[in-house]
Structures are given as structure tokens and as C-alpha cells.
């Protein structure tokens, strides 16, 4: 996979780099008050499950996996919607920290940051993020793939009859060809660099401070990621969204 991908799988390395320096270079304010700390805290934890998910995601589509991917970065939209809902209603990280301890805890969790109530996409909506309209398209297409729907049991299971016998065959690497892994690889890095940049913000609106040169930095590698979506347009402009 690597070999025929080239430098294009380098930028998941990229991406990964940009998530870790996120962290390491925010620093506090001194206007971060004890809420918006820990709102900062359940964030970065959030940050981190979206961090695991872009390497687990690579891992799998590098293994030959087409739908299983899908599952790893559902879970980091998830995440990241969680993390923008508790950077805009700092009193939510209480909620998300405390789920855990009890089943009434977990009750009010599930109310506070369900499906429904993460992705505001009308634009006066005051929770809304322009990135959002795309990452929650992406949720549902990912959303058919992982449940046990046609579209999630497809390319997994197929049935086959032959002399009155009945077969059933099961593809474990159910990727069908290179065009299928580059458009995977660049679905995956094209909804993470969303997700990155939204963190950023949520870092930001916890009071914490996200270094300039993060931003130069993010802002390079989001160059690197059009130059080589340009050159393998033709094969994942299906699967991108401007």
C-alpha cells in the first residue's frame, strides 16, 4: 500500500504531527478561569481520541480493509462534535467528565451531546462551525457503513448457489482495488484536517492559546493535501467536498 501510495501516505504522518503540536504548543491564559480549564481538559481528551482514530483508520485501509475504516473516523466526528459543543457551553465538561459515575450521570450525558443536538448546520445557529455541514454528511454516509444495513454487509458476505448448494463466502480484506485506497486514504485525511481545525478553535474558546506557528504549520500541510488531491482528482473528487 505504501509503495503505491508514495509520499501521498506520508500525509497521514502529517496530520498526526499537526494533532500532536496542537497540544504542545496551547499554552493558558490568564483570563482561563476554572470552568474553561476543565472544559480544556475533557477537549483534549477528545482531541486525543480523534488523534487514535486517524492512525487506527490508516492502519486498517493500509491492511486492505475498505469499510472498517469508517468506523474509526465516525468515531472521531463524534468526538470532535462532542469537543465543540463543550469549547461553546463550557458548563457541559462537567456532564462529559462526570458520565462515569453513576447511571444517572451517564443519563444526562447521552441528553446533553446527543447525535441530534451535535452538528448545527444552519448557519445563524450559534453552535455553528462551517465545518460542519461536511463532517456530518460524512457521519451519515459512515453512519450506513458500520450498521448492519445492505451497505454494511456489502463486499463483506456474499451468497453464491451452485448445484442446489447454498455457500456463503467472507471477504476479510474487502478493499476492491487502488482506486478504492486512494479514495479511502484521501476521505479519511480530508474529514481529519476538518477535525483538526475545528479543535484548534475549541482549544482557543477554552481560553487556552494556540501558538502562531501551529498555524503556519497546519496551513502548510493543508497545501501538501490539495497538491496531491489534485493529482489523483479524477479518483476521489467522488468522495471530497469542498
Known sequence: SLTALKETALLVSDLDDIYHK??????????????AYRAFLAVIQLHAVCRRQLTIAALTLFRDHQSDPTLHTRIAIDAVASAWRISKHNEMAGPWLDACTSPESYSEYRKLFHAKKLFPWKKDDPDYHPHFEALRKNYELFSMLVHVSIYGVAGRAAISS????????????????????????????????????????AVEKCGAKVAPEWYEEFTTVLERFERHRDKVKPMVAAGLRE
Open 22 to 35: 496542537l497540544v504542545a504548543t496551547s499554552a493558558k491564559t490568564t483570563d482561563q478561569n476554572e470552568e
Open 162 to 201: 451452485q448445484d442446489d448448494v447454498l455457500g456463503i463466502a467472507l471477504r476479510f480484506c474487502d478493499l476492491p482495488d487502488g482506486r478504492a485506497l486512494i479514495s479511502g486514504l484521501f476521505l479519511i485525511l480530508d474529514t481529519h484536517r476538518r477535525i483538526v481545525n475545528v479543535l484548534a478553535h
